[in-house]
């Protein structure tokens, strides 16, 4: 694997690839149309990737090690860590507001409803996956709604009018004219946008899965788990820094991830309250350094997915 253990002063083929993502989701400034990135690590990649590892709860060594490695080839969230509440990192200039583990989109919007708050939900008709059936589809969201709705004042209900729902959910391919293109199999697997502006877009060219024993795909994604991340997205929320939250931004494949965590459920209820039916698990976990380390046999594995998934990636980036 080229790039693993690069660090500043070393120049590797295909560094500017890698330039590339961190500039889509915000951590370096994109060049001009009439410049490129070069392969070089330079001081100012070595800042953006202390930066990233900071953002994304790693070790923050300077360094492309194992662990951040990792994280850099799974498949993520198409909504920037720095973005101001549109699909990727191109935010306008609006940043997020994070705390210490959690952040807002600019400006901290949220859904102003009338009590009790009922925000509706829709698929775009025609813009549907085919291979799992409407009523899984359906069954997925509204599980990925009502987790949500169990820890905030909120009820979600889907709507049969999908141009004045509130929320509007389809699937699309590369670019889809919301200036955000999606780039094929396990790159950015979704992107949503922040209050009130109600789009939920998914990547048509991912595997889609409901159920991993029915569904073998190496690289099926789970619906559900991308759907309530994103749904966090919609309520406002941006990207947090603890590795087990829902709203992390990446996600393995063949990786159910469904369970609000404490940063999750603290982050939402800062914006909307609580729900005054909710009664928090004690064992609700933060875990603000969990992931931080990696055990061997997962070091072992993520050498396989690393070159397969970078070469993947590197290959849909250059158009091929």
């Known amino acids: 694997m080229r790039f693993l253990d690069a660090d500043k002063g070393s120049s590797v083929d295909g560094m500017a ?16 149309e009439n410049m ?74 949220r859904w ?12 775009a008709p025609g813009d549907m996956i085919d291979y799992v059936s409407p009523s899984e589809v359906r069954t997925a969201f509204r599980r990925a709604f009502s987790r949500w709705a169990m820890v905030i004042p909120v009820n979600f209900t889907e709507a049969e009018d999908y141009s004045t729902a509130d929320i509007r959910i389809g699937w699309y391919s590369g670019d889809h004219g919301d ?28 595997r889609w899965a409901v159920d991993f024993k029915a569904e073998k795909s190496k690289v099926a994604v789970d619906l559900e788990s991308v759907a309530t991340h994103e749904i966090g997205h919609v309520l406002g929320l941006a990207h947090s820094s603890v590795k087990n939250a829902i709203m992390y931004p990446s996600l393995s494949p063949r990786t159910k991830k469904v369970e609000l965590r ?14 005054p039916n909710y009664n928090e698990d004690p064992g609700l ?20 997915w690393t070159a397969t998934i970078v070469m993947v990636a590197y290959f849909f980036s250059l158009g091929l």
């Open 36 to 109: 490129s990135f070069t392969d070089d690590f330079d001081d100012v990649f070595e800042e953006a990737l202390i930066l990233y590892q900071r953002k994304l709860g790693l070790t923050e060594t300077g360094r492309l090690d194992y662990d951040t490695m990792s994280v850099i080839v799974s498949p993520r969230c198409g909504v920037g860590d720095f973005s101001g509440g549109g699909g990727g990192g191109r935010g306008g200039g609006k940043r997020v507001r994070t705390t210490a583990r959690f952040a807002y989109f600019y400006g901290e919007p």
């Open 262 to 275: 404490k940063d999750d459920v603290e982050a939402i209820q800062a914006l909307y309250g609580s729900n």
């Open 17 to 32: 690839e890698l330039k590339r993502y961190f500039g889509r989701f915000g951590y370096l400034p994109v060049p001009p």
């Open 285 to 304: 976990a933060s875990d603000v350094s969990s992931g931080r380390g990696m055990d061997l046999e997962r070091r072992k594995g993520l050498m396989k």
């Open 179 to 206: 200036g955000e293109a999606f780039d094929g199999v396990l790159g950015v697997l979704a992107h949503a946008f922040s209050p009130e502006n109600g789009r939920f877009h998914l990547d048509a060219a991912e």
């Open 112 to 123: 102003v409803r009338p009590a009790p708050m009922v925000l509706t939900y829709a698929f």
